[in-house]
Nanobody, 115 residues
Framework: QVQLVESGGGLVQAGGSLRLSCAASGSIFSINTMGWYRQAPGKQRDLVARISSGGSTNYGDSVEGRFTISRDNAKNTVYLQMNSLKPEDTATYYC?????????WGQGTQVTVSS
């Protein structure tokens, strides 16, 4: 069984920063891609950023240049540094990991950006 536990969400003013963390635990030999998705009320879940085991990254268009994804393979942890936050970044952020052919989701952490 694999668990993903997110932390670091909260309330921040526009222009501020937050750092999200997601630690994977359980029966893990190696983790392929890890990433972050977000979902605002009434909207679909969209990709924010993802990073391969080798460090290659992809970002959603709306966060390119403001957010940075990184990972610590020794700790099975992925991070999302979010700078220059905007009210439209408000959403529940979900960690995701692809492990041994299966896709896992975290429980989500709320990020609220006030104007």
């Amino acid at each position: 069984q694999v668990q993903l536990v997110e932390s670091g969400g909260g309330l921040v003013q526009a222009g501020g920063s937050l750092r999200l963390s997601c630690a994977a635990s359980g029966s893990i030999f190696s983790i392929n891609t890890m990433g972050w998705y977000r979902q605002a009320p009434g909207k679909q879940r969209d990709l924010v950023a993802r990073i391969s085991s080798g460090g290659s990254t992809n970002y959603g268009d709306s966060v390119e240049g403001r957010f940075t994804i990184s990972r610590d393979n020794a700790k099975n942890t992925v991070y999302l540094q979010m700078n220059s936050l905007k009210p439209e970044d408000t959403a529940t952020y979900y960690c995701a990991a692809h492990i041994a052919g299966r896709h896992y989701w975290g429980q989500g952490t709320q990020v609220t950006v006030s104007s």
